[in-house]
């Protein structure tokens, strides 16, 4: 039996939603294991992340409130979670396949020398812990068995819906006496402000891509993205041309999203994309070329002008209030 860790992530004072998906995970893992699911949340003034954590479906979060953890900064943060996986018995840690994930799990994983996993979608018991993961932009999966004691996994989020509700768990305050790192120092965190929802916890997602032909023309879908409190999106090809900004990027090489509703808007669907994207509930594409690939994954296509079908869409969408 051995339990399993999530690492919590946070922004702004709130609890991310990825976290939440991996804390589904996470009671997958821990049905196979035998042991309990814990989140640990590391930070300064945590209260309120640590109570949306305790509502997400775990048995216990552990956390700790200190001024070292004030600023993400995975030299801090690495020693601390290596020190409550041996204290609680962990056998699994895993966090989301988001940045913080990729920096921090690898870190832990070193410290372990385990085994691990990047990009999680599914976990089963075949004699033996076995993992799915995606190759070549989800063209392949590839199934992957880890055989050391300890396991570290980043999850693919978008493939676990969060855990609906779950009633709070316990929580305990920790003290890892993990202090500040000699080698590095927090200096300053860049933020691109949005009042439109993060793009990968966004309900509602729209794209565009290089067939808007300009930055300009990204206004139409900000405002048809503004009309449903969605999300802005850019395929690959629209931010190399510089109409959109690189923390817009979906696709292989940017964000992966799976939103309830996502519009492909001058998207031709290169596998690239798709890889970003397919997991979306209801996927609506617009584009003049009937044969483009992104046809064969959507849910509705439309075949049309965008500078003409977007504007109808989004007036239609303000009438109805």
Known sequence: MSNVLVLAEHMGGKLRKVTLSTITFAREAAKLTGGQVYVLVLGQNVSGIVAEAAAGGAD????????????YLAENYTPAIVKVAQDQGVGIICGAASTFGKDLVPRVAA????????DAIAIWDDGGIKFKRPLWAGNVLTTVEVTTPVKAVTVR????????GASPCATEAVSTGVGASDSAQFVNFDQ???????????????????GLKSGENFGMIMELADSLNGAVGASRAAVDSGYAPNDWQIGQTGKVVAPNLYF????S????HLAGMKGSKCIVAINTNAEAPIFQVADYGLVADAFEAVPAITQKIKALG
């Open 264 to 267: 492909a808007v001058a998207i």
């Open 269 to 272: 669907g290169a596998i690239q």
């Open 111 to 118: 410290k372990f020398n385990a085994g691990m996993v990047s």
């Open 192 to 210: 691109v402000k949005s009042d439109r929802p993060e793009l990968t916890d966004a309900a509602v997602v729209v794209a565009g891509g290089r």
């Open 60 to 71: 216990k979060v552990f956390f700790e409130d200190s001024a070292v953890f004030a600023n």
């Open 157 to 164: 989020t978008t493939e676990f819906d969060p855990i609906e």
